[in-house]
């Protein structure tokens, strides 16, 4: 370049009369200046025309006065500037600072501070002369303008996954204070610097440490490595990263997690202060994006085929003028948070996008469910703006299309470290009976629509990564969905398949470095119960966990895997041990159950102390264990441990501390304080629906728990009270699907109209039927209900028939049936005689009532097809099954109509059993 100015004046608008006064003295001092008149505002981005000066001048001088630094573009080109100067030498200042209204010592990034700054009360022509001798020495001897700077080489990744270069708004004075920190201004040369940027979770500390290494690869020629990974070579400077260092380290772990070697330099990044660890001048803590960056953010993808420069970005965001009012209110009601800009980028990307105005309405006033799921991310985001966060993560994962969303469950089961994309189409695979190459394509079409929206992202190896805080998110709003139970049974599987085959090629590194992380995961997926035992109380058991026989096939498996492969004490084994020995629990094998994990807790206990979250989730486990061996004063104590340990370290109101509460309302009831447990339990419901709302899942379940203690007072008119409220909200929500049969069946246990309770359990059974399908064990326990009710209201109910019990009393009570023993397997043969049997007396007795014609008759031949078909023996009881209900069903539509509820489940019924025989049964 040869054409251009000897000087850039970098100054806030704020300070324009004392920039002209400095202009002026530099060029009565001989040199040309370029100085922008055009009045751009603080948080405006540098436009094309304002580039090319940068680029054709050699000095850029900064007016550095208290506004300065809130300034956007002055941020920019001083960044441009010091890079550019650091490229072409790095021990010559081509950055000048000129300091007015503030100390020099609080003037950041240090390097302005390379030229000896002269006073801050100087004159302005005295500080020109200074500068003019400066310039002219410098174009004497380089005569290079910014322009010339050669790019950096390119990043010598060493180990560890990292993120494909994103474009980094609003972080210019951090990555030189990393770099000030790393290479102190008085011995640079020397190794061994420790660096850390903390923040709350979102805010792009990994981004940030990466585009670092990127910037400054030049500093760096032994490499860029992670933690944990491959011990450099001796000799060559280098960049260790140690990226979001676990909560609740000591000392000592802490410093072992440091460069081993004094020629590396350590970045590390965390969500909690490390003031106590690494000097304070060195500790970085960053927020919010400031405006300019943020609107830049949220516009990167609108519209998604623009293709602009970031002026004229925002150029065009300002010249509507609404528009533009829109899109700051989603800035600051999110306060700037980077993660949750991207995804809202994501949403103004995406097809069928009206404009920001609707976008901001959402995230200005989070309702009920975002709040809740604002509770979930509370321990990994502190942010004033978390309600509003909370909303922008859960539009953009509604948002996204099944094969996204896809993508993104399954990445929930595992954990949040990359993903090998093979291997998530061979989950893919497994699921849904899909060939390779057809898995292989809806993996990355996934991939693709997820991506394209901000919530995942691809890194080099062919790896996929999501954000902890929106795989959380994914967790909690399809915590309910049969989809996801699928795909985590598929996953373990899978990994087990992975380890099993010797992919991993027996080593600590390539791909059973990358696997290890998801074995834990999958198995802290079985490990905590908390949510199962909830479920289970509010009559809501996922059939995935208390009725899966494969569950316990495959963590049985994976479990013998990690002993061979990882050896008995290693952190994966103990995990997948755990969630094993939760397995066992679950299907009745108490002594082995609490042997593994009684095994577990000790060995975390020792490592980790007594009141770490995994040490409280193992000792939360061998409580449920108890509680299912019908143990419940030692329940009710280790319930309790684990209850004041987690309200005292996340509070009263957080999901943990309250699912402890209820598990421990549950364990003082089956002791038989009721009055206690209902006191407990009201405690919950009150909490939750100050956060939830009447009408939300867990409020609903919350009072069903509720009602089901004030029945056990007994209090039948408030149960029933409470009851109906239920049913009626759940009826309001027709999606609800088996939670409305659950509500309609609890309402029954405490109607004392004979009329009334059968018209309730039909219902659950016809829901049941439609939502769970007629093979399901809750399908068949309903139709089991039900004609016991009807034989009661024939006179012709059995001696030996258990009075009509509330869901979770059916499940959960000291007395009833535990989870695995609502199984209706070979082994359980003699509940489906016993169902068989009810159907056959209740079809004579109807008959005999009513004609083989009627209605009535019809939907009783119906129950006994049904029964008949549970029996599960033979293709001969199928055909009978078949004649029986093919007339019945073609009797009920000429009745009824086809679309009224008992002709669909009679219609659904017909379609099951067409489908068994042979393989089938």
Same mark, same amino acid.
């Given at each position: 370049m040869t054409d251009g100015t000897d000087l850039f004046l970098c100054y806030s608008w704020v300070d324009k009369r004392r920039a002209d006064e400095l202009r002026d003295a530099l060029v009565d001092a001989g040199l040309s200046v370029f100085q922008d008149e055009s009045g751009m505002r603080d948080y405006d981005h540098i436009s094309e025309r304002i580039d090319v000066a940068l680029r054709s001048t050699r000095v850029l001088v900064v007016l550095y006065t208290p506004s300065l630094p809130t300034s956007e573009y002055c941020r920019q080109e001083m960044h441009f500037a010091l890079l550019s100067s650091y490229r072409l030498h790095r021990s010559r200042a081509r950055v000048l600072a000129v300091v007015q209204g503030m100390e020099i010592a609080d003037v950041r990034p240090g390097r302005l501070k390379h030229w000896r700054l002269p006073r801050t009360d100087s004159d302005p022509r005295l500080i020109a002369m200074q500068i003019a001798g400066y310039v002219h020495g410098l174009r004497d001897e380089d005569p290079r303008r910014f322009g010339d700077a050669p790019e950096p080489p390119p990043v010598r990744w060493r180990t560890g996954p990292r993120r494909d270069p994103h474009e980094l708004y609003g972080r210019e004075f951090e990555l030189w204070s990393i770099h000030d920190a790393l290479f102190p201004e008085d011995d640079p040369a020397a190794g061994g610097q420790v660096a850390a940027v903390t923040g709350p979770g979102g805010e792009g500390k990994t981004m940030l440490a990466e585009q670092y290494a990127r910037l400054f690869a030049d500093d760096f020629p032994g490499g860029v490595f992670a933690a944990g990974g491959a011990a450099p070579g001796p000799g060559l400077p280098y960049l260790w990263l140690v990226d979001d260092v676990p909560d609740g380290i000591d000392l000592p772990a802490f410093k072992a997690m440091l460069a081993p070697t004094p020629e590396g330099r350590t970045l590390v990044t965390a969500r909690h202060d490390l003031l106590g660890w690494v000097h304070p001048s060195k500790h970085l803590r960053i927020g919010g994006l400031g405006r300019a960056a943020a609107l830049a953010t949220l516009t990167c993808r609108w519209s998604p085929d623009s293709g602009e420069a970031v002026a004229r970005r925002l150029q065009r965001l300002s010249d509507d003028r609404r528009e533009y009012g829109?899109?700051?209110?989603?800035?600051?009601?999110?306060?700037?948070?980077?993660?949750?800009?991207?995804?809202?980028?994501?949403?103004?990307?995406?097809?069928?996008?009206?404009?920001?105005?609707?976008?901001?309405?959402?995230?200005?006033?989070?309702?009920?469910?975002?709040?809740?799921?604002?509770?979930?991310?509370?321990?990994?985001?502190?942010?004033?703006?978390?309600?509003?966060?909370?909303?922008?993560?859960?539009?953009?994962?509604?948002?996204?299309?099944?094969?996204?969303?896809?993508?993104?469950?399954?990445?929930?089961?595992?954990?949040?470290?990359?993903?090998?994309?093979?291997?998530?189409?061979?989950?893919?695979?497994?699921?849904?009976?899909?060939?390779?190459?057809?898995?292989?394509?809806?993996?990355?079409?996934?991939?693709?629509?997820?991506?394209?929206?901000?919530?995942?992202?691809?890194?080099?190896?062919?790896?996929? @990564?999501?954000?902890? +805080?929106? #795989?959380? *998110?994914?967790?909690?709003? %399809?915590? /309910?969905? $049969? &989809?996801?139970?699928? !795909?985590?049974?598929?996953?373990?599987?899978?990994?087990?398949?992975?380890?099993?085959?010797?992919?991993?090629?027996?080593?600590?590194?390539?791909?059973?470095?990358?696997?290890?992380?998801?074995?834990?995961?999958?198995?802290?997926?079985?490990?905590?119960?908390?949510?199962?035992?909830?479920?289970?109380?509010?009559?809501?058991?996922?059939?995935?966990?208390?009725?899966?026989?494969?569950?316990?096939?495959?963590?049985?498996?994976?479990?013998?895997?990690?002993?061979?492969?990882?050896?008995?004490?290693?952190?994966?084994? @103990?995990?997948?041990? +755990?969630? #094993?020995? *939760?397995?066992?629990?679950? %299907?009745? /094998?108490? $002594? &082995?159950?609490?042997? !593994?994990?009684?095994?577990?807790?000790?060995?975390?206990?020792?490592?980790?102390?007594?009141?770490?979250?995994?040490?409280?989730?193992?000792?939360?486990?061998?409580?449920?264990?108890?509680?299912?061996?019908?143990?419940?004063?030692?329940?009710?104590?280790?319930?309790?441990?684990?209850?004041?340990?987690?309200?005292r370290r996340y509070g009263p109101g957080h999901p943990d501390t309250l699912d402890a509460l209820y598990n421990l309302a549950i364990a003082i009831g089956r002791c038989g304080d009721t009055q206690e447990a209902l006191r407990l339990k009201t405690e919950v419901y009150d909490t939750v629906r100050s956060v939830h709302g009447d009408a939300h899942e867990r409020t609903l379940d919350a009072l069903t728990s509720v009602a089901v203690t004030t029945l056990k007072l007994p209090d039948r008119d408030g149960a029933r009270w409470m009851f109906q409220q239920v049913y009626e909200q759940r009826r309001s929500a027709p999606a609800a699907g088996a939670a409305i049969a659950d509500a309609a069946a609890n309402l029954a246990a405490a109607e004392d109209h004979p009329d009334v309770v059968l018209r309730l359990l039909t219902e659950a059974y016809q829901v049941r039927v439609a939502a769970q399908g007629p093979a399901h064990p809750r399908t068949l326990r309903s139709l089991r209900s039900l004609l016991i009710e009807h034989l009661r209201d024939l006179r012709e109910v059995p001696p030996d028939a258990e009075p009509l019990a509330t869901i979770e009393q059916a499940l959960a009570l000291p007395d009833g049936v535990r989870p695995e023993e609502i199984r209706l397997d070979a082994e359980d043969m003699d509940e489906r005689v016993e169902l068989f049997n009810f159907a056959s007396t209740y079809y004579d007795r109807q008959a005999k009532l009513s004609g083989e014609d009627s209605t009535d008759t019809a939907l009783a031949i119906c129950y006994l097809a049904h029964a008949t078909a549970a029996l599960d023996q033979m293709d001969l009881q199928f055909d009978q099954a078949w004649v029986l209900i093919d007339n019945a069903a073609e009797g009920l539509e000429d009745d009824l109509s086809t679309g009224r509820p008992a002709s669909v489940a009679a219609d659904e019924v017909r379609r099951w059993i067409a489908s068994l025989g042979g393989d089938q049964a």
């Open positions: 829109a899109a700051r209110r989603v800035v600051d009601a999110l306060g700037g948070h980077a993660l949750a800009l991207r995804l809202a980028a994501g949403l103004a990307g995406a097809p069928g996008f009206t404009g920001f105005r609707e976008l901001a309405a959402a995230v200005d006033d989070p309702g009920r469910d975002a709040l809740a799921l604002a509770e979930q991310l509370r321990p990994r985001l502190s942010t004033a703006h978390i309600g509003s966060v909370a909303a922008t993560m859960a539009l953009a994962v509604r948002a996204l299309p099944q094969a996204g969303r896809d993508v993104l469950l399954l990445a929930s089961v595992l954990a949040p470290e990359p993903v090998p994309t093979v291997l998530l189409a061979d989950m893919l695979a497994d699921a849904d009976g899909l060939s390779p190459g057809e898995a292989r394509k809806r993996a990355d079409g996934g991939l693709a629509e997820a991506a394209g929206r901000h919530l995942a992202e691809m890194t080099p190896g062919d790896l996929a @990564l999501v954000h902890p +805080l929106v #795989l959380r *998110t994914v967790r909690t709003l %399809h915590r /309910d969905d $049969p &989809r996801r139970q699928v !795909l985590r049974l598929a996953a373990v599987a899978r990994i087990g398949a992975w380890l099993d085959t010797g992919r991993e090629r027996h080593s600590p590194s390539g791909e059973l470095a990358v696997l290890l992380p998801h074995v834990a995961a999958v198995a802290a997926q079985m490990r905590d119960v908390d949510e199962w035992h909830v479920l289970n109380e509010a009559g809501r058991v996922h059939a995935e966990l208390g009725d899966s026989r494969a569950a316990l096939n495959v963590y049985q498996r994976l479990h013998e895997l990690c002993r061979t492969r990882l050896g008995e004490d290693d952190p994966v084994t @103990l995990a997948v041990r +755990l969630g #094993l020995g *939760t397995a066992y629990g679950i %299907h009745g /094998d108490h $002594p &082995r159950a609490l042997h !593994l994990i009684e095994d577990v807790h000790a060995v975390l206990a020792q490592r980790l102390g007594a009141k770490a979250p995994d040490v409280l989730t193992a000792l939360n486990n061998i409580g449920a264990v108890h509680t299912s061996a019908g143990e419940h004063e030692r329940a009710r104590d280790l319930y309790r441990q684990v209850h004041v340990v987690r309200k």
